[in-house]
């Protein structure tokens, strides 16, 4: 720490090869490299890390100035996972933790505080010998309806009210579909999101299990036989995609994983309405038990891959479809000729724009 005049600095510029170096290592993405290596170009300048008062946080040592809050914060973050450690005690200790080459430290922030995860984070906590960051997942701004949040504008949302309305989770989707792993921004539009919920959620995936459970219930007793070919096929397509799935969920892209989750729902809901189960029922059961069964093994293995997005949706699934969970793991275990599910009922309203 070096002292001019009346504030204090961190040496960042002594710390640029390292820095560099570490950067030239990292697994970060493309956009976020590119991004550093804009400071590191034009070379780094020492760091004021101290403010004069009033402020929050901690004084200086023999100084009437304050520790600039972001001096605080990786500390904080130390101090949360040690307070976590000690309330579950079969989790890692803080010294684990952070001073492991073991451990993965992942930071998730916004564009606007990239210089602070990227330069003076990690060269503090080297001083430390503690675990630099992993991987930085940096997202744009969010908008709304095109603008930019502004409380004197009104061009916001709060949560609670959010909550009031809506399923929280269905906000998750919503930005699952919009978040592609980049920095790019997000906009919050209330027209597109009750159309995209509409069309997406209840159009293609829930009305997978809406068109079939019913009939499962009403005509067959609940009760699963086997796919037919054509059903076998549709089945083979969604497990096709796992590997592919797992990827863009470790890469964040979200918005591919939610794409070709839907496309799939898609196909889904093309077989059942060429198949016809709820006319095929009344001529020939067998059929269309298998047609339904195929539907419910799609619908199972859907319900799977939009967990991570839909918990709250796809463990009402997990209820009807009476199993234990809804695991990645259960990929590999079909439902059995036999099975009963229980009694489908309608989990989710379609929604309205509401004042």
Known sequence: MLKDSDHYFFSLQSYQDFLQHWLNQSAFRDDVKNKLSEWFDGGLNDWDISREGPYFGFKIPGSDQYFYVWVDAPFGYMAMTDQLAMEHPNDRALSTIWFQDSVEIHH?????????????????????????????????????NGEKMSKSRGTFILAHDFAQRYEPELLRYYYAVKLSGDMRDIDFNDVDFVHRINADVLGKFVNIGSRTGSILKKSLNNELSTPDAAGADIIAAILDQKHTLAEYYNQLNYNKAMSVIMRLAEQVNGYIHEAEPWALVKTDPVAAQAVCTTAIHAWRYLAIYLQPVLPELTGKIKDILAVDTLTWADLETPLTAGHRIQDYYHIIKRIEIKA
């Open 108 to 144: 998730f922030i916004g564009k606007d505080i990239l210089y602070f995860h990227g330069l003076f984070w990690p060269a503090m906590l080297s001083v430390l010998g503690a675990n630099l960051p992993t991987q930085l997942h940096v997202h744009g701004f969010l908008t709304v």
